[in-house]
């Protein structure tokens, strides 16, 4: 049986520091690595961006994330608390956005529910619509009608009937039932 | 669940007021960086009349 999973022992043989997020954090404490996302942010050429992202609608979710894997890949602070942060972060950018007078959307909102609108209203409320129920039932048999005359594989109506015999031979092309020859 | 779904989840979270109850248990004087925190931030900030401002720096220089 091949399974794909590194050789047991593997761990002790690899390099570790490779990569600054094998190495413990440098900020593990909530209100220092919050403190540190501030002065990050308010930095002139990182504000710029996010003003230059929000102007581009992206959503202050996307830019949080986007902000917090800089700072996880380079070791300053550990993905635990980067996510126990993205609250701070997001609402500090939400606030510098109002305060400058960007328009912003966080992209936390559900898009899968249904908007209310004032007929879906009207429906759930069992309120009569300003139509009338008779037009409605006209204008449904009239399309119902014309559906099954009009179309190709509608039902033949009473007046077209069955084609005859020499019609539908006519239609085949005038070819008519050869009797087979005698093979000899 | 990715870490751009965590990212959002924690986002709804705080935007719903839900406080880091473990994590403020950590610290003996709580939290500074709390909903509280950024709710007065965002009323200094949007409330501050930018000409008083400007009278008060040139107060100041004077």
């Known amino acids: 049986m091949k399974i794909d999973a590194p050789i047991p022992g593997a761990n002790y043989l690899a390099d570790t520091r490779n990569y600054a997020w094998h190495r413990p954090p440098d900020i593990m404490d909530y209100d220092e690595a919050v403190g540190y996302m501030i002065d990050h942010i308010d930095e002139p050429e990182k504000k710029e961006l996010i003003f230059a992202m929000l102007g581009i609608d992206a959503h202050i979710t996307t830019i949080v994330t986007t902000l917090l894997l800089q700072v996880v890949s380079r070791g300053k602070i550990g993905i635990d608390l980067a996510i126990l942060i993205a609250g701070p972060l997001a609402r500090y950018i939400e606030i510098a956005a109002k305060d400058v007078g960007i328009d912003y959307e966080l992209g936390i909102e559900n898009k899968d529910r249904v908007a209310i609108t004032p007929t879906l209203l009207k429906l759930s409320l069992g309120m009569a619509l300003d139509v009338d129920e008779e037009d409605v039932q006209n204008a449904v048999q009239d399309t119902v009608q014309e559906a099954a005359t009009e179309s190709l594989m509608g039902m033949p109506t009473e007046q077209a009937g069955v084609a005859s015999a020499e019609e539908q031979s006519a239609m085949l092309g005038g070819m008519t039932e050869e009797e087979p020859e005698d093979e000899l | ?62």
């Open chain 2, 1 to 62: 669940m990715t870490f751009d779904e965590a990212v959002k989840k924690s986002i709804k979270q705080f935007m719903a007021g839900k406080l880091l109850t473990e994590t403020a248990k950590l610290k003996e004087d709580g939290i500074f960086y709390s909903p509280e925190f950024f709710d007065d931030l965002e009323e200094e900030l949007l409330n501050e009349d930018p000409d008083i401002e400007v009278e008060k720096e040139l107060e100041d220089e004077d």
